[in-house]
Every structure is written in structure tokens, then in C-alpha cells.
């Protein structure tokens, strides 16, 4: 079970940018690795998931072509890319990782049933 650690998170206007990080004390290469955002009052939801070993990527459909998930072996993180943020892009962002067998399927990557590791997360502030 990996520690997850998230930084980057703030405060940002409609139309900016933000980087997320999440740093791993172990990065397989043959994992699944996501990142999970929960709006105030709201479920938690599948934004983006990346395939260690094959680089294979998921995004939920409201964040294709603004958000872009992106890994760093050497340094064992997983970044995710915010551009052309929109208010509804609000809410504490999480860091999770399981087994590679998860990212087989969009519907299994993007899901909060089968990550085994979470960090605490980090908040994300869209103002309009």
C-alpha cells in the first residue's frame, strides 16, 4: 500500500491554471493511478487515471481537453494538468493508486471501489 501525498492545490479565476502533484513513497510500473475530486456536499468522482507501465489515460467527460494526467518515474509522481478551469472544477482533489489490473476499463479506473491508497487531499478553489 503506497503513501500518497497531494500538493498544488489554491486558489485560481475561471479561465486559469493549476498543477496538481502527487508524490508515491513506492510508483510501480504496473499500477493504476487516479485523481478523485469531491465537491462540497457531493460524491467523490473520477477526473482522470493514468497506466504506469503503459501510459494508457481515462478523463470523465467534462474535464477532456482542459485536464491532462501525466507521470514521472524518476521522481514517483503523478501530476495532474488543470487548464481553462471553470467553477465547477471546485472541490478537495485526492490522489489514488491501485492494482494495474484497474486501468483495464474507463469505468474501473475512474471508480472509487477499487484504489487501495488515498492521500488526504488537497483543495482546488474556482472562482468566477
Known amino acids: 500500500q503506497a503513501h500518497l501525498v497531494e500538493s498544488g492545490g489554491g486558489s485560481a479565476q475561471a479561465g486559469g491554471s493549476l498543477t496538481l502533484s502527487c508524490e508515491a513513497s513506492?510508483?510501480?510500473?504496473?499500477?493504476?493511478m487516479a485523481w478523485f475530486r469531491q465537491p462540497p456536499g457531493d460524491e467523490r468522482e473520477g477526473v482522470a487515471a493514468?497506466?504506469?507501465?503503459?501510459?494508457?489515460?481515462y478523463y470523465h467527460d467534462s474535464v477532456k481537453g482542459r485536464l491532462t494526467i501525466s507521470q514521472s518515474r524518476s521522481k514517483s509522481t503523478v501530476f495532474l494538468q488543470m487548464n481553462s478551469l471553470k467553477p465547477e472544477d471546485t472541490g478537495m482533489y485526492y490522489c489514488?493508486?491501485?492494482?494495474?489490473?484497474?486501468?483495464?476499463?474507463?469505468?474501473?479506473?475512474?471508480?472509487?471501489?477499487?484504489?487501495?491508497?488515498w492521500g488526504q487531499g488537497t483543495q482546488v478553489t474556482v472562482s468566477s
Open positions: 489514488a493508486a491501485a492494482n494495474g489490473w484497474l486501468c483495464l476499463h474507463a469505468t474501473d479506473a475512474l471508480g472509487v471501489v477499487g484504489y487501495t491508497s
Open positions: 513506492s510508483f510501480s510500473d504496473s499500477a493504476c
Open positions: 493514468i497506466h504506469t507501465g503503459t501510459n494508457t489515460t
